[in-house]
């Protein structure tokens, strides 16, 4: 059975930094595109970021670019979302997902997320002084 955990969430303060992992379990992440979304409340859920299989892109939605980096370690079968620079609108509850090969689509937008076939049960961040 195909399964995705996140951990890493947590309570910082503006400016700061948090690194969310997502491992997966029943599957191989090799021949999986790799993608983190969020959803603050009374929110629709966004993409945040996504790359392929081949890892020759990456895609970042404008309000994190520049700030959120993602990336994977296929020998530990465990994907990362490093977030710097925290922002309060970035507190929400992040999901990681998964679909075959490559991403579903560059604009990362609530949508998008249809085209992800497994998902992780979420990690709360939450950016306050």
């Known amino acids: 059975q195909k399964q995705l955990a996140e951990s890493g969430g947590g309570l910082v303060q503006p400016g700061g930094s948090l690194r969310l992992s997502c491992a997966a379990s029943g599957f191989n992440l090799v021949n999986s595109a790799i993608a983190w979304f969020r959803q603050a409340p009374g929110k629709a859920r966004e993409g945040v970021s996504c790359?392929?299989?081949?890892?020759?892109?990456?895609y970042y939605s404008d309000s994190v670019k520049g700030r959120f980096t993602i990336s994977r370690d296929n020998a530990k079968n465990t994907f990362y979302l490093q977030i710097n620079g925290l922002k309060p609108e970035d507190t929400a509850v992040y999901y990681c997902?998964?679909?075959?090969?490559?991403?579903?689509?560059?604009?990362?937008?609530?949508?998008?997320?249809?085209?992800?076939?497994?998902w992780g049960q979420g990690t709360q961040v939450t950016v306050s002084s």
């Open positions: 790359i392929g299989s081949t890892d020759n892109s990456a």
């Open positions: 997902a998964v679909r075959p090969w490559y991403c579903y689509s560059s604009k990362l937008d609530s949508a998008s997320a249809a085209g992800y076939d497994t």
